[in-house]
């Protein structure tokens, strides 16, 4: 039985914890896009020990439909209320809890 809070768990624990400018942290949740929570040089190994641990065939994720991520700059924050719109589906915690229940990736 897959237990999503340990999933949860697996990826606060694989992937480097974000803070504020005050160093606050700030969790990834469920639905935490891990896009722009995580940098293209860490998710890729974290999703693959997901897979690993989880027995989830990660190599059929099709990575073009949840990248380019656009990333939100300092002075953006201050100048502008408007959300970004991205054009990409947000890769979240929530959809590798659902593929681990299902035994394989169910998304893209």
């Given amino acids: 039985m897959v237990d999503e809070h340990q999933i949860l768990d697996f990826f606060r624990g694989e992937l480097s914890l974000m803070t504020t400018w005050s160093l606050k942290p700030i969790p990834i949740e469920f639905d935490t896009p891990l896009q722009g929570y995580a940098g293209w040089d860490e998710l890729p190994y974290a999703i693959q020990d997901f897979g690993k641990k ?3 065939d990660t190599t059929v994720i099709n990575f073009d439909a949840y990248y380019p991520w656009k990333t939100e700059t300092v002075f953006r924050k201050y100048f502008s209320k408007d959300p970004i719109q991205q054009d990409v ?3 979240t915690v929530r959809m590798f809890v659902e593929s681990a229940k299902a ?5 893209d």
């Fill in 54 to 56: 989880y027995h989830v």
């Fill in 89 to 91: 589906k947000p890769l």
């Fill in 103 to 107: 035994g394989r990736w169910l998304y």
